[in-house]
T-cell receptor, first 114, second 113 residues
């Protein structure tokens, strides 16, 4: 049982490049979300999904796209990376019969945009 | 929307002392308050949570208290140990089905031997 798996763990991008952060969970959780963590800013919600085919914006959605074609996967796409997107990104999931507000985080993806 | 304020931003204690981290929230509809611990370079992990139908919850050396009237909740760690050193985040959420968490900005706890 791997839990929430994120790839890659580290990535360096040039300004304007695109990339996808992958997230998969094997806990049969309905709910998945992406957060970014910046020094002194806590964890801020980017996008979330309450089930396959359903996504919604969080607090800081600009510059990011998501899709949820399966229950297990919730990729985060950066279409044209900017230095302001340098951050640590955490995918999270919840549900599976438990309180959906009790979320479980992946190990994080460290992204640097130069 | 919900706003969660967390204090202090940094807390230094000696091993064996108690540590208290406080959070306030703005939305009186919030009724779920988890606390996460994040060690350096690791993921945040849930350590304790409380729902608005109780005023206090304990788990060994960790306790959380909730004052709904004042809209604040606190994390208490007794007999601190060096391995308690980490960043602690509080959060608040409205009633389920699914409601997103709003996090505080975190408290870095340093426990000196």
């Amino acid at each position: 049982n791997a839990g929430v798996t994120q790839t890659p763990k580290f990535q360096v991008l040039k300004t304007g490049q695109s990339m996808t952060l992958q997230c998969a969970q094997d806990m049969n959780h309905e709910y998945m979300s992406w957060y970014r963590q910046d020094p002194g800013m806590g964890l801020r919600l980017i996008h979330y999904s309450v089930g396959a085919g359903i996504t919604d914006q969080g607090e800081v959605p600009n510059g990011y796209n998501v899709s949820r074609s399966t229950t297990e996967d919730f990729p985060l796409r950066l279409l044209s990376a900017a230095p302001s997107q340098t951050s640590v990104y955490f995918c999270a999931s919840s549900g599976g019969g438990g309180d959906p507000r009790t979320i479980y985080f992946g190990e994080g993806s460290w992204l640097t945009v130069v | 929307g919900e706003n969660v304020e967390q204090h202090p931003s940094t807390l230094s204690v000696q091993e064996g002392d108690s540590a208290v981290i406080k959070c306030t929230y703005s939305d009186s509809a919030s009724n779920y308050f988890p606390w996460y611990k994040q060690e350096l370079g690791k993921r945040p992990q849930l350590i304790i949570d409380i729902r608005s139908n109780v005023g206090e919850k304990k788990d060994q050396r960790i306790a959380v208290t909730l004052n709904k009237t004042a809209k604040h909740f606190s994390l208490h760690i007794t007999e601190t140990q060096p391995e308690d050193s980490a960043v602690y985040f509080c959060a608040a959420s409205k009633p389920a089905g699914y409601s997103t968490l709003t996090f505080g900005k975190g408290t870095m706890l340093l426990v000196s031997p």
